[in-house]
């Protein structure tokens, strides 16, 4: 199955919000790192992903830094709760020197827009995201990690080591494009925090999530 025929059939089945084990499935096909999912050893992350619980830090539904049958006994606990969801156990990415944001959404000026800047609870805290026009090719997504005050948090600050710029810039540059050519069907896609390694050791999309365009007669019928 293509990965326009996924979101078709995702879009026909009325979901509105996709899920982030879903979301990851479809954007590692694209090439998007994603951490490794049930791991035998090593700390790990539990979580019940759920198309109505988009933030599952807000309903509980994230247990951090546990062992594989810790895992596995919280998503079981999870399950009993929150009927209908996925559970989702991953290895837990401790190198990261950087958390970053990259999202993607239809302006209504504009049309399809990429932005990307310091993710994780900073997101809340700044307002550093680069926008630019979608698909972004790798240099306009160079561009906008040299851009802004975040770029001083992918240098190295107080001596820590310089991020994977690469990775991050490759990764942006492959949404946009990815959007880009799904806009129709897609009315945003969400990866925060994306978890950068220092430079040349790469990154994962420790979170995500996709937000579908309504069918067609549901646009018409709202106009």
């Not at 084990?21 to 035998?40: E, H, W």
């Not at 997101?123 to 561009?143: F, G, H, K, Y």
């Not at 991050?168 to 949404?175: E, G, H, K, T």
Request: proline letters at 6%.
């Amino acid at each position: 199955m293509t990965h326009r025929e996924t979101l078709e059939n995702w879009q026909r089945a009325g979901r509105k919000v996709v899920h982030e084990a879903d979301a990851k499935s479809l954007l590692q096909r694209i090439g998007v790192p994603v951490p490794r999912r049930d791991p035998a050893n090593g700390r790990c992350v539990a979580k019940m992903c759920h198309d109505d619980y988009p933030h599952k830090s807000d309903h509980g539904l994230v247990r951090l830094g546990l062992s594989p049958d810790e895992a596995k006994q919280a998503a079981a606990e999870m399950a009993e709760r929150f009927a209908g969801g996925t559970a989702l156990i991953e290895e837990m990415e401790e190198g990261a020197v950087a958390e970053w944001i990259i999202g993607c959404k239809r302006d209504d000026t504009f049309g399809p827009i990429v932005l990307a800047g310091p993710g994780g609870i900073l997101v809340e805290l700044t307002d550093a995201a680069e926008i630019r026009l979608a698909p972004a090719a790798p240099q306009t997504a160079q561009s906008m990690l040299r851009s802004g005050p975040g770029a001083r948090l992918l240098e190295g600050l107080r001596g820590a080591e310089p991020a994977d710029r690469d990775a991050l810039a490759d990764l942006i540059s492959r949404i946009s494009v990815f959007f880009a050519e799904n806009a129709d069907l897609i009315s945003e896609i969400e990866i925060n925090p994306v978890m950068v390694r220092a430079n040349g050791k790469g990154l994962t999309a420790a979170d995500a999530l996709i937000v579908l365009s309504p069918k067609a007669d549901e646009q018409e019928n709202s106009t």
